[in-house]
Protein backbone atom coordinates (compact mmCIF):
# COMPACT_ATOMS: atom_id res chain seq x y z
CA UNK A 1 0.00 0.00 0.00
CA UNK A 2 1.14 3.59 -0.91
CA UNK A 3 0.16 4.94 2.51
CA UNK A 4 -1.06 8.35 1.31
CA UNK A 5 -3.11 10.56 3.20
CA UNK A 6 -4.99 13.26 1.61
CA UNK A 7 -6.61 16.63 3.56
CA UNK A 8 -8.82 19.34 2.91
CA UNK A 9 -11.82 18.38 1.33
CA UNK A 10 -15.26 18.89 2.14
CA UNK A 11 -18.39 21.44 1.72
CA UNK A 12 -17.76 25.06 0.14
CA UNK A 13 -19.77 27.56 -1.71
CA UNK A 14 -19.61 28.94 -4.94
CA UNK A 15 -16.21 31.16 -5.50
CA UNK A 16 -15.23 29.69 -1.98
CA UNK A 17 -11.95 27.63 -1.25
CA UNK A 18 -10.17 24.63 -0.30
CA UNK A 19 -6.72 23.47 0.53
CA UNK A 20 -5.96 19.86 -0.33
CA UNK A 21 -3.01 18.60 1.09
CA UNK A 22 -1.21 14.97 0.47
CA UNK A 23 1.59 13.41 3.02
CA UNK A 24 3.03 10.17 2.42
CA UNK A 25 4.03 7.35 5.28
CA UNK A 26 6.19 5.10 2.94
CA UNK A 27 7.43 7.36 -0.33
CA UNK A 28 9.72 10.10 -0.66
CA UNK A 29 7.49 12.68 -2.39
CA UNK A 30 10.15 14.96 -3.69
CA UNK A 31 11.67 12.06 -5.52
CA UNK A 32 8.62 11.73 -7.72
CA UNK A 33 6.14 14.02 -9.26
CA UNK A 34 3.05 14.51 -7.80
CA UNK A 35 -0.21 14.62 -9.47
CA UNK A 36 -3.40 15.38 -8.38
CA UNK A 37 -6.70 13.98 -10.72
CA UNK A 38 -10.71 14.19 -10.36
CA UNK A 39 -13.52 12.11 -10.91
CA UNK A 40 -16.85 13.62 -11.13
CA UNK A 41 -19.85 10.57 -10.52
CA UNK A 42 -20.33 9.42 -14.67
CA UNK A 43 -17.00 10.62 -15.79
CA UNK A 44 -13.68 9.85 -16.55
CA UNK A 45 -10.93 10.31 -14.30
CA UNK A 46 -8.81 13.72 -15.02
CA UNK A 47 -5.81 15.38 -14.45
CA UNK A 48 -6.09 18.54 -12.43
CA UNK A 49 -2.73 19.36 -11.89
CA UNK A 50 0.68 18.18 -11.52
CA UNK A 51 3.99 19.49 -9.83
CA UNK A 52 7.76 17.54 -10.69
CA UNK A 53 10.77 16.71 -9.26
CA UNK A 54 11.65 20.09 -9.64
CA UNK A 55 9.12 22.20 -8.88
CA UNK A 56 10.03 24.46 -11.69
CA UNK A 57 7.81 22.27 -13.40
CA UNK A 58 3.80 22.26 -13.45
CA UNK A 59 0.66 21.40 -15.09
CA UNK A 60 -2.82 22.16 -15.19
CA UNK A 61 -5.72 21.31 -17.00
CA UNK A 62 -7.64 24.55 -19.17
CA UNK A 63 -10.12 24.02 -16.75
CA UNK A 64 -8.43 25.10 -13.68
CA UNK A 65 -5.58 27.29 -14.86
CA UNK A 66 -5.62 30.51 -12.75
CA UNK A 67 -8.00 28.77 -9.99
CA UNK A 68 -5.85 26.18 -8.72
CA UNK A 69 -2.26 26.10 -7.81
CA UNK A 70 -0.09 23.20 -6.82
CA UNK A 71 3.10 23.47 -4.16
CA UNK A 72 5.00 20.97 -2.46
CA UNK A 73 6.95 21.10 0.96
CA UNK A 74 9.63 18.76 0.98
CA UNK A 75 10.67 19.25 5.08
CA UNK A 76 7.10 17.75 5.64
CA UNK A 77 7.34 15.08 2.32
CA UNK A 78 3.69 17.24 1.38
CA UNK A 79 1.80 18.48 -1.93
CA UNK A 80 -0.97 21.14 -2.04
CA UNK A 81 -3.85 21.94 -3.72
CA UNK A 82 -4.78 25.40 -3.45
CA UNK A 83 -8.56 25.60 -4.78
CA UNK A 84 -9.82 29.09 -5.11
CA UNK A 85 -13.02 30.85 -6.95
CA UNK A 86 -14.14 27.07 -6.90
CA UNK A 87 -17.38 26.41 -9.32
CA UNK A 88 -20.07 23.40 -8.86
CA UNK A 89 -18.15 21.96 -12.00
CA UNK A 90 -14.93 21.21 -9.54
CA UNK A 91 -17.54 18.81 -7.73
CA UNK A 92 -15.68 15.43 -7.49
CA UNK A 93 -13.60 13.14 -5.36
CA UNK A 94 -9.86 14.31 -5.59
CA UNK A 95 -6.95 12.03 -5.85
CA UNK A 96 -3.55 12.47 -5.37
CA UNK A 97 -1.13 10.24 -7.05
CA UNK A 98 2.71 9.46 -7.15
CA UNK A 99 4.85 9.08 -10.48
CA UNK A 100 8.33 7.21 -10.52
CA UNK A 101 9.34 9.18 -13.52
CA UNK A 102 9.08 12.40 -12.60
CA UNK A 103 7.60 13.77 -15.76
CA UNK A 104 4.53 14.86 -14.63
CA UNK A 105 1.97 12.94 -17.21
CA UNK A 106 -1.35 13.95 -17.84
CA UNK A 107 -2.30 10.12 -17.77
CA UNK A 108 -3.39 8.66 -15.13
CA UNK A 109 -1.85 5.15 -16.20
CA UNK A 110 1.39 6.70 -15.67
CA UNK A 111 1.33 6.98 -12.25
CA UNK A 112 2.37 4.29 -10.21
CA UNK A 113 0.93 5.02 -5.93
CA UNK A 114 -2.54 6.46 -5.62
CA UNK A 115 -3.99 7.71 -2.63
CA UNK A 116 -8.13 6.56 -1.79
CA UNK A 117 -9.40 10.44 -2.52
CA UNK A 118 -10.53 13.01 -0.77
CA UNK A 119 -14.82 14.37 -1.73
CA UNK A 120 -14.82 17.86 -1.88
CA UNK A 121 -18.52 19.56 -2.74
CA UNK A 122 -19.34 23.06 -4.25
CA UNK A 123 -22.50 24.25 -3.65
CA UNK A 124 -24.10 26.39 -5.82
Known amino acids: QSQFAEAGGGLVQSGGSLRLSCTNS????????IGWFRQAPGKERELVSA????????RYSDTVEGRFTISRNNFKNAVYLQMNSLEPDDTAVYYC?????????????????WGQGTQDTVSS
Open 51 to 58: IGRNEGFT
Open 97 to 113: AAEDNGYGAEVAWAYDY
Open 26 to 33: KLTLRYRS
